[in-house]
């Protein structure tokens, strides 16, 4: 097996994700719980976890503080998960996922993050940039109040300092740096696309016009947009690719985009092409969906998916 290239994930805005079910959800009425699930969440977190989830290394790198910053410090570590915390006065949001019996749907309840001061972000990409040996920086995950967008230039610049590939899982303004900056590859998802574009929901169609106009701009050389249970548009400066997911039975979403995230960078750190790493990271994202709360993707369930997406017939791919 190859040796894996060192990666190092950021979470601005990290979480602890707690998530239960109950039997229906009523207003005004006391609801029973199931005993809850805690597990370390933000997207770059959720990112190295997944990596490591597949056989993989990589060190999570995040702003944390306060009582909850103590307990999801514990959380990574009864994982065996590699991480550097850059303390901040802030604590760490909690985030709630509940799931109604009856009515087989899940609530997501998303906390703001904690104000961070200009000196504790400061602090934290200087400390990003005392990292050694580096090929690929993930930045994934929304801002907490206080930290600028510009902020995902920086670790851009960081990564071309360092030779290494940056690749960007990010909305709103700080989606728009990061191309500007030149990611090597961003991750948006369709709603975050459209948003991006200015349009409610983009069409197919749409989706490739917009990401050419991006891979079009000699800064940012791959895009691609997740898309739910439809799979992932993979977009580059010579390929449009659609890969479609394998139907299964959802348990839970949570984390779904974060596992394709980790399973494109696993794929492509360990030597694969970019068709075979995004194809791997849909299976990855698809095997979230199969374990309730975060519990993010399984190694046996992703080479299943992969499987079969690999079996699956060609789709439409144009050569630009």
């Known amino acids: 097996m190859m040796n894996m290239l060192p990666i190092i994930t950021i ?19 006391k ?3 199931s005993p809850p699930a805690f597990e370390p969440g933000g997207g770059g977190v959720n990112v190295a976890r997944a990596i490591t989830k597949l056989g993989g290394e990589s060190t999570a790198l995040f702003l944390g503080g306060g009582y909850t910053g103590k307990f999801f410090e514990s959380l990574l570590n009864a994982e065996g998960q590699s991480f550097l915390a850059v303390p901040i006065a802030g604590h760490i949001r909690e985030n709630l996922t509940v799931f109604d019996n009856e009515m087989h749907r899940q609530y997501r309840f998303v906390m703001p993050g904690p104000s961070v001061e200009k000196y504790e972000w400061e ?6 940039s005392r990292v050694k040996d580096l090929s690929y920086i993930v930045a994934s995950g929304s801002l907490p109040p206080g930290v600028p967008p510009s902020i995902f230039a920086s670790f851009s610049a960081i990564a071309g300092s360092k030779g290494a590939r940056f690749i960007a899982d990010t909305s709103g303004e700080a989606l728009k740096e990061a191309i500007r900056s030149g990611a090597f590859l961003v991750k948006p998802s369709l709603n975050e696309l459209s948003i991006f574009a200015g349009k409610q929901l983009l069409t197919d169609h749409e989706i490739i016009s917009v990401a050419r106009e991006i891979t079009a701009g000699k800064k940012c050389n791959i895009v691609v947009v997740s898309m739910g249970e439809a799979g992932a548009m993979l977009v580059t400066k010579d390929m449009v690719t659609k890969i479609t ?6 348990k839970s979403t949570v984390g779904a985009g974060d596992s394709m995230v980790g399973g494109i960078i696993y794929g492509l750190s360990m030597g694969k092409n970019i068709l075979e790493a995004v194809q791997f990271g849909v299976a990855c994202g698809t095997a979230a969906t199969l374990n309730p709360g975060t519990g993010l993707c399984r190694q046996e369930d992703v080479q ?17």
């Open 11 to 29: 979470t601005l805005n990290p979480a602890i994700d707690k998530s239960t079910i109950v039997n229906t959800l009523k207003a005004e009425k």
């Open 31 to 33: 609801m029973y719980c």
């Open 123 to 128: 602090h934290f990409i200087e400390v990003v």
């Open 245 to 250: 997911a394998p139907p299964v039975m959802h």
């Open 304 to 320: 299943r998916l992969y499987r079969k997406i690999r079996a699956m017939q060609p789709v439409k791919q144009e050569v630009c």
